[in-house]
């Protein structure tokens, strides 16, 4: 049994912003579940919604600061979690990273250089505790000093670094870091210091034994100029310790057979029954109620990265087509108008739904034929997962985890039953046309389009396999 401390900013339940705390929810708890003695160590944020009891720990003295160490559990499960609490950093409203327009708060370096220390000190047994790992395991960059200042502990625990996005950094210039009293040893252009600014990842990425990223596609895409954020050296250089591991999905949460927000329960033998759901998304969205034609769904950030302006390019010509299209989402206001003027042009075509609502994401993923997701790059990504298991085939760009977890409807794929989606290559809008006309015209035959939904329903997205594959990496270390 491994002893592991997980070090995240957030965690689905208690807080979440995007896709990390998706992970920091499920991996502890699968890894739990393979009999790993694990806690997550995480800030005491304002916005935490915790559900269990909140403890009085012990309280430490880090730089002139006495910051407290509360514990609670992660809901629905046994994992422990310790609260880092100090309320001059992290007592404020809404956002962990962001103010309420949306501008980084100032002291950010501050408050995370504070988290990371607290994290040290747990990891080296000094926190009055009565525990010590033998593994930490940190996450992107508000973790990222943490295997930086435990490269100068003697009797260290192993470290892993894991990227979730390599697009934030933790960047932060010069001037910001004289408060934090770095040790003098860790501030070199082979440290953390990144032109001149200081570089929170590059902690993680230099100092960590082992570096981890969410799909094996996006660990070589990282070493490229294109997705390497100009870091691709270092990890080209770091190549023999860095792992692409994909992540899981929720399946208690994402299950067709007992999702509470969908309209009728289906699974891989009752696959007539989400012809239900289809009927309810048309209702929901007052488009005409036919059976016979293919229902397209996307649910996602409207900005670049998701390719959203590759669907604007070819939405006229989409729309021309006996299809319908609905889509749930808020970003670039730009395109947030774009879309809201083409629904006003096909209203018994398209519908969109600004915002987020989770009872409807689900109902579109069980209510849709095909899902979009043509994103210019996705470390990961997880709706094409939940489309998979709820027969919803995904149109995806070949890129990191979309390349890893979609295998295109060829005739090849088709043949040996491994199809589960349509996949096009380059980023542009007469690309993705081409694989909506390669889906419509699969759509027309409903023998092979429901033998492709069965492939998608049998494949095994389980947080289990992941969880495997990171213990055989602790165990490596």
């Known amino acids: 049994m491994k002893k592991i401390l997980f070090v995240t900013s957030e965690a689905h339940p208690l807080i979440k912003t995007g896709g990390l705390a998706d992970v920091s929810g499920s991996l502890p708890k699968a890894l739990a579940e393979l009999g790993q003695d694990v806690r997550i160590i995480l800030p005491n944020y304002q916005a935490l919604k915790t559900q269990n009891e909140v403890r009085y720990v012990c309280t430490l003295r880090i730089d002139n600061r006495e910051v407290n160490i509360l514990e609670t559990l992660m809901p629905d499960s046994q994992v422990p979690v310790w609260l880092v609490d100090f309320a001059e950093f992290f007592i404020r409203p809404g956002n962990p990273y962001v103010d309420a327009l949306g501008n980084s708060w100032p002291d950010n370096a501050d408050r995370f250089a504070l988290f990371c220390r607290i994290a040290v000190e747990v990891a080296m047994g000094r926190a009055y505790l009565n525990w010590q790992p033998d593994v930490v395991h940190c996450n992107d960059w508000q973790s990222g000093l943490v295997p930086a200042l435990l490269s100068l502990e003697p009797d260290r625990p192993g470290t892993i670094f894991t990227i979730h996005n390599l697009a934030y950094q933790g960047l932060f210039t010069a001037d910001s870091i004289r408060g934090l009293n770095l040790p003098g040893q860790l501030w070199n252009p082979e440290g953390l210091e990144f032109f001149h600014m200081l570089s929170f990842i590059k902690g993680g990425l230099v100092y960590s034994d082992r570096i981890t990223t969410v799909s094996p596609t996006y660990a070589l895409e990282i070493q490229t100029a294109a997705y390497g954020c100009g870091l691709e050296g270092l990890l080209g250089y770091r190549k023999d310790q860095l792992t692409g591991i994909l992540n899981g999905i929720d399946l208690a949460d994402w299950d067709p057979e007992t999702d509470g927000h969908i309209a009728r329960h289906y699974g891989l033998k009752s696959l007539a029954n989400k012809l239900e759901n289809k009927t309810a998304l048309q209702q929901r969205f007052g488009l005409p109620i036919d059976n016979q034609i ?7 950030r409207l900005v670049e990265q998701k390719g959203i302006d590759l669907i604007i390019g070819c939405l006229p010509e989409i729309l021309s087509m006996n299809v319908q299209f609905v889509l749930l989402g808020s970003g670039d206001k730009d ?14 075509k398209m519908a969109v739904a600004q915002g987020y609502d989770e009872p409807l994401a689900h109902l579109i993923e069980a209510g849709a034929d095909v899902f979009l997701m043509p994103s210019r790059f996705e470390p990961c990504g997880l709706n094409q997962m939940y489309s998979q298991r709820y027969g919803t085939l995904p149109i995806v760009r070949k890129t990191g985890g979309l390349a890893d977890t979609v295998v295109d409807a060829l005739p090849d794929t088709i043949a040996s039953q491994t199809a589960s989606g349509f996949v096009f290559n380059e980023a542009s809008s007469s690309s993705l046309l ?16 429901k033998s492709i939904q069965a492939n998608a329903m049998r494949k095994d997205f389980s947080w289990r396999q992941s969880a495997e594959q990171y213990l055989s990496l602790y165990e490596s270390l």
Request: glycine share 8%.
């Open 294 to 300: 293919p229902l397209f769904g996307l649910i996602g």
């Open 335 to 348: 395109f947030e108008q774009r879309l809201q003027n083409l629904g006003h042009v096909y209203p018994d």
């Open 434 to 449: 081409e694989a909506v006309k390669r889906a419509v015209t699969l759509y027309s035959d409903k023998k092979a389009w």
